[in-house]
């Protein structure tokens, strides 16, 4: 019989390596190819003190696993060399042994400190993040709609829809909830995941460290759009935050007379009966996301448009194109001249005297 080779294992090894490789460095990247935890919504790097704890546990644990996969797969891998078929006349067959107990007790008890290790920062991380927050904070209520998300400031008299605005270094306490189906509340870069359930509230608090832009997600399948129901947190300065609320509760003022046709196209169109835009009489709609300040906001669609006059345009028109299962409906179609001018109006600056 000819004698085996290790040509083929060791090239398949080789391969399975390189792709676990790729793999590992396409994990790390992030949004526009920067590396380790860079992403969008990446969980490896925390900007808030409840995100830190997440981590401590996370890394824990991670380094734990790659120290028990380092033993695991060297000791196979050195299994595999030295008993292999090529290598066994050379090689004693090891003394085969049945019931030894000391391995026994060595392979029982090994886990059991490791898993206490785990255990014991886990219960901390899990009790320290369910403590409310050490001072009065901001007060949020996030509300999970098919597909967008409301946030409403009870304290403020603000609201708005898929751009959660809060100040740096202050803490922020989300109340979440639901009108229709069980959504998840998630910003993996500043706090836990929590489920927002209809008929029941729950919390979760964090301060955020620095000015920044942060994305979030509905972390649990919610319906045709799920992977669409995003959102955007921005953190600002104290003093850019409260020039925001200011400027949230002041109606647009528009300027030009294509913005102040669309004004009037807002109400024609029947856009009121499902929005609401402060200080603009008769939008007090309130199935559908509050338009107020719209011209500040990063993004449009739940945070999966550009805030672009074109994109609002395009989303006026045809929702349904740009996010599948949308349920916003136009009562009364428009035609493009017709949401360019709409687009003009909701996209106005504030200001006193906008009716």
């Known amino acids: 019989m000819a004698r085996q080779t290790w040509t083929g294992p060791v090239r398949a090894a080789r391969h399975a390596l390189w792709v676990f490789a790729g793999a590992l460095v396409a994990g790390c990247m992030g949004e526009g190819g920067s590396r380790w935890g860079g992403g969008l919504q990446s969980t490896i790097r925390p900007e808030s003190d409840s995100a830190r704890i997440i981590q401590e546990v996370y890394a824990l644990v991670t380094w734990i696993d790659v120290g028990i996969f380092i033993v695991v797969a060297g000791l196979m891998l050195i299994a595999m060399i030295r008993y292999r078929e090529g290598a066994r006349k050379n090689v004693d067959i090891p003394k085969q042994v049945h019931g030894n107990t000391l391995v026994e007790i060595i392979w029982t008890a090994v ?93 979760v608090w964090f301060t955020p460290d620095a000015p920044g832009l942060y994305y979030g997600q509905c972390a649990e399948f919610c319906g045709t759009s799920h992977a669409n129901m995003r959102m955007l947190t921005i953190v600002d300065t104290p003093e850019d935050f409260d020039a925001w609320v200011e400027r949230t509760k002041s109606p647009p003022a528009p300027a030009t007379p294509e913005a102040q046709e669309g004004q009037g196209l807002f109400a024609a169109k029947a856009c009121v009966i499902c929005h609401t835009i402060s200080g603009v009489p008769g939008a007090v709609g309130v199935i559908g996301p509050n338009l ?64």
């Open 111 to 203: 886990p059991a400190v490791l898993l206490i290790f785990m255990a014991v920062p886990t219960w901390q991380g899990i009790f320290r993040a369910a403590a409310p927050p050490r001072s009065e904070g901001l007060r949020v209520e996030a509300i999970g709609h098919q597909w967008w998300w409301e946030f409403r400031y009870p304290d403020l008299g603000v609201v708005t829809a898929n751009e959660l605005h809060i100040p740096a270094g202050k803490p922020i306490v989300v109340k979440t909830y639901s009108i229709d189906v069980i959504h998840s509340f998630w910003l993996p870069r500043l706090a836990a995941k929590i489920d927002a359930l209809p008929g029941k509230s729950n919390e």
């Open 292 to 355: 107020s300040n719209l011209k500040d906001r990063h993004t449009i669609a739940s945070a999966i448009l550009k805030n672009t006059p074109e994109n609002l345009v395009r989303w006026i028109q045809h929702p349904q194109q740009v996010k599948p299962g949308a349920l916003m409906v136009l009562p009364i179609p428009v035609d493009e001249a017709e949401a360019g001018k709409l687009a003009a109006f909701l996209t106005s600056e504030t200001g006193v005297g906008g009716n």
